[in-house]
């Protein structure tokens, strides 16, 4: 777009006004969130092992590949540096059980970019989160290793052990909650330490690369969802404060949700968005047959997001509201 | 001031870096005449001015050389004493040629005011006359022959005459000195509108980022019961006519009305100090105030200048441009003009001239929309930029008229924030221009 003319000494850049720039570009605010995932990297890497940075260098390089290649196919601009791959990448790996075989992590990584990003176009075209698309094909093609929980270190090796979820879903178990606080419990390798992704999450929001709308009321969402029920029966139905810190539950809500591409436009629709995916969820977790739900929800609500969109236009100045 | 005190504002907006300590200190100084003055007929919305004079005749500074065409248009005065060397189509700060005297200032000037008047003792119908016979028109963007916006229709009840001291374009310090250093005229101009409109009560908004003016004010209106001084955050488009509106009455000026709509006259400091020239002083608009800032400019500057200097004059008094110079902006760096031809000369609402550095303008590569709704959060008007932008973009005008793409002020809020550095306010101000085109033509079919 740079128009420019010549005068006796200087070019000069004549476009249109405003004149300047914040100094946020996309790639920054990817670069962002690759930094906001470090605690949660090192919460993987501490409970447990060092496995898991192979996961994640699998994953990763399998995302930029992917990506890489489709774009050479299409002969367009190869954009990996612009940190969506990368962070595409991060994000499978960080969801995956720990110990998880190499061979799907590539395939599942494949499937994200592939089937996830690129075959809608690219950056910003796709539909639903494509880390979260990776993982349901996981989830759909190896259940099993899907579901192997390594128990987190100072263990035995190779001990499988129940996830705080499945523990409460199928025995009544309701793990402690310091515990899963800390991340000292089965699970996905970046999900179960909920101090690490706090850590991550605030960091983004006070950056201003995610709108705490989505994270605050998928929180408020699944507080008085899963209240209602724990209100109910507290027997049958597990503590909401069990619900907020157990499995990917804040992952998903600092990380996942939040994807731009994938997520409302108005604050408006970001509250829907968040509240439905509580709902969802909650209604996954206690009535589904799966123990947690979190993907399915956010992919179930990510396919709502055009609706929400169309629906939910912000007042115009000076309007009177019908 | 009260730190428990939120200040008053409206929903969206940003907070681009102020810029404002280039200039902000400096003190107005007179710019000596150039060596030609070049006056385009047209300063204001409306129509251009006819021309009174003729190739040859000798003019005074303050003589009357054209007079308005119809009820939206103003006279223009001559700012120098001199003789017209020419009335030719010439380069103008708006990008397109328009019909220009041209004068040769002589070596002194001789005076052709109009008579002073009592500023206590003139009539509200004396005050507006005198604004129509001084050519003044509005500081802000669209430059209002200000004596139209002091007129209004008689079932508009107007309650409050607000005095616009935001200055929320970065750079700019233009109306800053004029609070500092011209306190108790800003207060006596805005005075003098509440007189000529009749309304007793008048409000000053001013940014919270100018403590040193707001003390100034404060202080000149302590024993003036109904003039307040309305302290409101710093943030752009703080100074938009609406926004300012929301902020210091709550009111909101619906889409497709005006500020008297809701009772409201808002006015600019610039205009209040041109209000006052006139009345006390008979002075015809014949000069502008503006900033000379940036950092590609060598010495940046407050200046008062003749109308009619021309852009390359003014730098040149500045000192001069350095080697990182990348854009030449007139007016502020959101809503301002690029310029390429400085022959170009100052016009009467021209608030500044700004030249910038690669640095401050800190583009980036267009990428893709990642619908983070960025802009969506920061439209002041409740738009949504991301998707008017791409309505305009793919030629479908009657959705973008659906979804209010003539609300737009063009403000540039959403371009400033777009992380995928999208040019959408470009997008959105050629869709908006292409919708009103079209309703022109419904209308007219």
């Given at each position: 777009?740079?128009?420019?003319?010549?005068?006796?000494?200087?070019?000069?850049?004549?476009?249109?006004?405003?004149?300047?720039?914040?100094?946020?570009?996309?790639?920054?605010?990817?670069?962002?969130?690759?930094?906001?995932?470090?605690?949660?990297?090192?919460?993987?890497?501490?409970?447990?092992?060092?496995?898991?940075?192979?996961i994640?260098?699998?994953?990763?390089?399998?995302?930029?590949?992917?990506?890489?290649?489709?774009?050479?196919?299409?002969k367009?601009p190869?954009?990996?540096?612009?940190?969506?791959?990368?962070?595409?990448?991060?994000?499978?790996?960080?969801?995956?059980?720990?110990?998880?075989?190499?061979?799907?992590t590539?395939?599942?990584?494949?499937?994200?970019?592939?089937?996830?990003?690129?075959?809608?176009?690219?950056?910003?075209?796709?539909?639903?989160?494509?880390?979260?698309?990776?993982?349901?094909?996981?989830?759909?093609?190896?259940?099993?290793?899907?579901?192997?929980?390594?128990?987190?270190?100072?263990?035995?090796?190779?001990?499988?052990?129940?996830?705080?979820?499945?523990?409460?879903?199928?025995?009544?178990?309701?793990?402690?909650?310091?515990?899963?606080?800390i991340?000292?419990?089965?699970?996905?390798?970046?999900?179960?330490?909920?101090?690490?992704?706090?850590?991550?999450?605030?960091?983004?929001?006070?950056?201003?690369v995610?709108?705490?709308?989505?994270?605050?009321?998928?929180?408020?969402?699944?507080?008085?969802?899963?209240?209602?029920?724990?209100?109910?029966?507290?027997?049958?139905?597990?503590?909401?404060?069990?619900?907020?810190?157990?499995?990917?539950?804040l992952?998903?809500?600092?990380?996942?949700?939040?994807?731009?591409?994938?997520?409302?436009?108005?604050?408006?629709?970001?509250?829907?968005?968040?509240?439905?995916i509580?709902?969802?969820?909650?209604i996954?977790?206690?009535?589904g047959g799966?123990?947690?739900?979190?993907?399915?929800?956010?992919?179930?609500?990510?396919?709502?997001v055009?609706?929400?969109?169309?629906?939910?236009?912000?007042?115009?100045?000076?309007?009177?509201?019908? | 001031?009260?730190?428990f005190?939120?200040?008053k504002?409206?929903?969206?907006?940003?907070?681009?870096?102020?810029?404002?300590?280039?200039?902000?200190?400096?003190v107005?100084?007179?710019?000596?005449?150039?060596?030609?003055i070049?006056?385009?007929?047209?300063?204001?919305?409306?129509?251009?001015?006819?021309p009174?004079?003729?190739?040859?005749?000798?003019?005074?500074?303050?003589?009357?050389?054209?007079?308005?065409?119809?009820?939206?248009?103003?006279?223009?005065?001559?700012?120098?004493?001199?003789?017209?060397?020419?009335?030719?189509?010439?380069?103008?700060?708006?990008?397109?040629?328009?019909?220009?005297?041209l004068?040769?200032?002589a070596?002194?000037?001789?005076?052709?005011?109009m008579?002073?008047?009592n500023?206590?003792?003139?009539?509200?119908?004396?005050?507006?006359?005198?604004?129509?016979?001084?050519?003044?028109?509005?500081k802000?963007?669209?430059?209002f022959?200000t004596?139209?916006?002091?007129?209004?229709?008689?079932?508009?009840?107007?309650?409050?005459?607000?005095?616009?001291?935001?200055?929320?374009?970065?750079?700019?310090?233009?109306d800053?000195?004029?609070?500092?250093?011209?306190?108790?005229?800003?207060?006596?101009?805005?005075?003098?509108?509440?007189?000529a409109?009749?309304?007793?009560?008048?409000?000053?908004?001013?940014?919270?980022?100018?403590?040193?003016?707001?003390?100034?004010?404060?202080?000149?209106?302590?024993?003036?019961?109904?003039?307040?001084v309305?302290?409101?955050?710093?943030?752009?488009?703080q100074g938009?006519?609406?926004?300012?509106?929301?902020?210091?009455?709550?009111?909101?000026?619906?889409?497709?009305?005006?500020?008297?709509?809701?009772?409201?006259?808002?006015?600019?400091?610039?205009?209040?100090?041109?209000?006052?020239?006139?009345?006390?002083?008979?002075?015809?608009?014949?000069?502008?105030?503006?900033?000379?800032?940036?950092?590609?400019?060598?010495?940046?500057?407050?200046?008062?200048?003749?109308?009619?200097?021309?852009?390359?004059?003014?730098?040149?008094?500045?000192?001069?441009?350095?080697?990182?110079?990348?854009?030449?902006?007139?007016?502020?760096?959101?809503?301002?003009?690029?310029?390429?031809?400085?022959?170009?000369?100052?016009?009467?609402?021209?608030?500044?001239?700004?030249?910038?550095?690669?640095?401050?303008?800190?583009?980036?590569?267009?990428?893709?929309?990642?619908?983070?709704?960025?802009?969506?959060?920061?439209?002041?008007?409740?738009?949504?930029?991301?998707?008017?932008?791409?309505?305009?973009?793919?030629?479908?005008l009657e959705?973008?008229?659906?979804?209010?793409?003539?609300?737009?002020?063009?403000?540039?809020?959403?371009?400033?924030?777009?992380?995928?550095?999208?040019?959408?306010?470009?997008w959105?101000?050629?869709?908006?221009?292409?919708?009103?085109?079209?309703?022109?033509?419904?209308?007219?079919?």
């Amino acid at each position: 777009m740079a128009a420019t003319t010549t005068n006796p000494t200087y070019k000069l850049d004549l476009t249109s006004s405003p004149h300047v720039h914040s100094r946020w570009s996309t790639k920054q605010a990817m670069w962002m969130v690759v930094f906001a995932l470090i605690p949660s990297i090192i919460s993987a890497v501490v409970f447990f092992g060092f496995y898991q940075l192979l996961i994640i260098a699998v994953s990763v390089g399998f995302a930029v590949g992917t990506e890489a290649a489709i774009k050479a196919i299409r002969k367009r601009p190869i954009t990996i540096m612009d940190g969506s791959g990368i962070i595409t990448g991060l994000l499978l790996a960080l969801i995956l059980p720990p110990n998880f075989n190499l061979a799907f992590t590539a395939i599942g990584s494949v499937v994200a970019i592939g089937i996830g990003k690129e075959i809608f176009g690219g950056l910003g075209y796709n539909i639903f989160n494509p880390a979260l698309v990776g993982r349901a094909f996981l989830q759909a093609s190896f259940p099993v290793p899907m579901t192997t929980w390594t128990a987190p270190n100072y263990t035995v090796d190779a001990v499988t052990t129940a996830t705080p979820l499945s523990a409460f879903k199928f025995d009544k178990v309701a793990a402690d909650l310091s515990d899963l606080f800390i991340g000292n419990i089965g699970g996905s390798t970046g999900e179960t330490s909920s101090i690490a992704v706090l850590i991550g999450g605030i960091v983004l929001i006070g950056a201003g690369v995610v709108n705490w709308r989505v994270p605050v009321s998928m929180i408020a969402g699944i507080l008085v969802f899963g209240g209602i029920f724990y209100f109910i029966d507290p027997a049958a139905y597990p503590n909401p404060v069990f619900h907020l810190f157990a499995g990917g539950f804040l992952f998903g809500a600092l990380f996942m949700a939040t994807d731009w591409v994938t997520s409302p436009l108005t604050s408006k629709g970001m509250i829907i968005y968040g509240l439905g995916i509580a709902l969802v969820l909650v209604i996954i977790r206690l009535f589904g047959g799966l123990p947690e739900g979190v993907m399915y929800a956010i992919l179930f609500m990510n396919s709502f997001v055009p609706l929400i969109n169309r629906y939910n236009r912000p007042r115009v100045f000076g309007e009177v509201t019908k | 001031m009260n730190l428990f005190q939120k200040a008053k504002t409206f929903r969206g907006g940003i907070h681009p870096g102020e810029a404002k300590e280039l200039s902000e200190n400096s003190v107005f100084e007179t710019m000596p005449n150039p060596a030609a003055i070049l006056i385009p007929l047209q300063h204001s919305a409306g129509k251009a001015a006819k021309p009174l004079v003729k190739k040859g005749d000798d003019v005074k500074c303050g003589q009357l050389i054209a007079e308005p065409d119809g009820f939206i248009s103003a006279p223009i005065h001559s700012p120098v004493s001199g003789k017209v060397t020419k009335i030719t189509p010439a380069a103008t700060v708006g990008g397109f040629p328009k019909d220009t005297i041209l004068i040769t200032p002589a070596e002194t000037n001789e005076y052709d005011f109009m008579e002073t008047l009592n500023p206590d003792k003139v009539t509200p119908a004396e005050i507006k006359e005198r604004v129509k016979q001084a050519g003044i028109v509005g500081k802000g963007g669209a430059a209002f022959p200000t004596y139209v916006k002091l007129s209004p229709p008689e079932d508009k009840k107007i309650d409050v005459i607000i005095l616009n001291g935001c200055e929320c374009e970065p750079y700019l310090t233009r109306d800053y000195r004029f609070m500092i250093e011209r306190t108790n005229e800003v207060v006596s101009g805005l005075q003098l509108i509440m007189k000529a409109i009749g309304v007793d009560k008048g409000s000053i908004g001013i940014e919270d980022n100018k403590p040193g003016a707001i003390a100034k004010l404060k202080e000149a209106v302590k024993f003036i019961p109904n003039i307040t001084v309305d302290v409101v955050k710093t943030k752009y488009p703080q100074g938009a006519e609406k926004m300012l509106i929301k902020a210091v009455t709550n009111r909101e000026v619906p889409p497709g009305k005006l500020p008297m709509d809701v009772g409201v006259v808002i006015q600019n400091i610039g205009t209040a100090i041109a209000v006052h020239d006139a009345v006390v002083k008979g002075e015809p608009e014949i000069t502008a105030a503006l900033t000379v800032s940036g950092k590609g400019i060598n010495q940046p500057k407050n200046l008062i200048v003749r109308v009619g200097t021309p852009l390359s004059d003014v730098i040149e008094y500045c000192g001069g441009v350095n080697e990182y110079v990348e854009k030449v902006v007139v007016g502020g760096p959101m809503m301002g003009v690029a310029q390429f031809d400085f022959s170009a000369p100052i016009q009467k609402a021209t608030s500044g001239l700004l030249v910038l550095t690669e640095d401050e303008i800190n583009a980036h590569e267009e990428t893709p929309c990642l619908k983070c709704g960025m802009c969506v959060d920061v439209c002041p008007l409740g738009l949504e930029p991301t998707k008017l932008a791409r309505l305009s973009k793919l030629d479908r005008l009657e959705e973008a008229e659906k979804l209010d793409i003539t609300v737009c002020m063009e403000c540039g809020t959403c371009t400033y924030t777009c992380p995928a550095n999208i040019p959408l306010v470009q997008w959105i101000r050629l869709g908006k221009q292409r919708v009103m085109t079209m309703q022109r033509e419904r209308k007219s079919a």
